[in-house]
Nanobody, 125 residues
Framework: QVQLVESGGGLVQAGGSLRLSCAAS????????MGWFRQAPGKEREFVAA????????YYGNSVKGRFTISRDNAKNTLYLQMNSLKPEDTAVYYC??????????????????WGQGTQVTVSS
C-alpha cells in the first residue's frame, strides 16, 4: 500500500511559479512510476506529467510542456512538480498518483493505483 500526501498549492498571480511536493509512505517508492494529474471544476481529470521509477524519463501533457517539470527524489520518497509561467487555466486541484510496483509510466488516470487527496492551485489573472 502506498499513501501519498501533496503540499505546496496556493494562490499565485499569472506568470508566477509554484512547486508542488508529494510525500510517499513506504519503502518501495523507487519501485513506483509516478504521475501528476489535475481536475478543474466541471472538467475531467487531466494528465499533467509522469516520471519513470528512476527519474530518467519524463512525460508531459501538451498544455504544460515547456512550463512544468516533474522530478523525484527516491532517497526522500518525494515527487515534485515545478510549475512556471502559470496561467489562469492552470487553476485546478492537483493530484499525485502512483502506479503499482515495477510498472512503467502511465498517461491515463485509470492506470494509476494510488492517489493523494489533492492540493488546490489557483492562478489569478
Amino acid at each position: 500500500q502506498v499513501q501519498l500526501v501533496e503540499s505546496g498549492g496556493g494562490l499565485v498571480q499569472a506568470g508566477g511559479s509554484l512547486r508542488l511536493s508529494c510525500a510517499a509512505s513506504g519503502r518501495t517508492f523507487s519501485s513506483n512510476a509516478m504521475g501528476w494529474f489535475r481536475q478543474a471544476p466541471g472538467k475531467e481529470r487531466e494528465f499533467v506529467a509522469a516520471i519513470d521509477r528512476s527519474g530518467g524519463s519524463t512525460y508531459y501533457g501538451n498544455s504544460v510542456k515547456g512550463r512544468f517539470t516533474i522530478s523525484r527524489d527516491n532517497a526522500k520518497n518525494t515527487l515534485y512538480l515545478q510549475m512556471n509561467s502559470l496561467k489562469p487555466e492552470d487553476t485546478a486541484v492537483y493530484y499525485c498518483a502512483a502506479r503499482r510496483a515495477n510498472m512503467g509510466p502511465g498517461f491515463g488516470a485509470s492506470s494509476y493505483d494510488y492517489w493523494g487527496q489533492g492540493t488546490q492551485v489557483t492562478v489569478s489573472s
